[in-house]
């Protein structure tokens, strides 16, 4: 059983299009932790939030405490947005638990 | 800005061979670690180090062993590389102060091939 959910696994995209990742956990959690990894393997953290929401640019990230439920949403989605996202929730410091990733394509 | 560097982006060794992977941070968290990631599997945890000449297992550190002599280095060592061993390498650390508490920072990554 896997701690932490994604969907959807792979996602196609035309430039232009609101998108959303979701993410599911079952454990209580101190933080959630969105990722980004482009092709050739550096990851990134985009946000961490324990409640309520963030926005960055383009990238707003929600939670819902209660439903043990996150959402990623790419506004104006654009090629360069191509890559995997990852879910994480953090427990102790050192406990992290991992969704499998969702891969992202924005088609010109 | 947290900096992390890998040795090798890419790395092809034999079976049988010893490895070496080096992870060095350019501030001074104490919390640093190494994942592998293989497709399906997501990011798995090797090793973690809380400090100098602290260790402690993950969910997969068979086969592996890690070295911190010095804060700003962990290594990972593959004491005889297996195929199944073939994957990327991903290290980095975990902020400790600040903005960056519990914020996780990572390396580029070693694609590692073993044939």
């Known amino acids: 059983k896997n701690e932490v959910e994604q969907s959807p696994q792979n996602l196609t995209a035309q430039e232009g299009e609101f998108i959303t990742i979701n993410c599911s956990y079952s454990v209580g959690i101190s933080a959630l932790h969105w990722l980004q990894q482009h092709p050739g393997g550096g990851i990134v953290s985009l946000f961490m939030l324990s409640s309520g929401k963030k926005k960055h640019g383009r990238l707003i990230a929600t939670i819902n405490i209660q439903e043990k439920h996150s959402s990623l949403h790419i506004t104006a989605s654009h090629p360069r947005d191509s890559a995997v996202y990852i879910c994480a929730v953090s427990r102790t410091g050192n406990q992290f638990y991992f969704g499998t990733g969702t891969s992202l394509t924005v088609i010109p | 800005d947290v900096k992390v560097t890998q040795s090798s982006r890419y790395l092809v060794k034999r079976t049988g061979e010893k490895v070496f992977l080096e992870c060095v941070q350019d501030?001074?968290?104490?919390?640093m670690f190494w994942y592998r990631q293989d497709p399906g599997l997501g990011l798995r945890l090797i090793y973690f180090?809380?400090?100098?000449?602290?260790?402690e297992k993950g969910d997969i550190p068979e086969g592996y062993s890690v070295s911190r002599e010095k804060k700003e280095r962990f290594s990972l060592i593959l004491e005889s590389a297996s195929t199944n061993q073939t994957s990327m390498y991903l290290c980095g650390l975990i902020g400790t102060s600040g903005e960056a508490y519990n914020e996780q920072f990572f390396g580029p990554g070693t694609r590692l091939t073993v044939l």
């Open positions: 180090s809380y400090d100098v000449k602290m260790k």
């Open positions: 501030m001074d968290h104490e919390n």
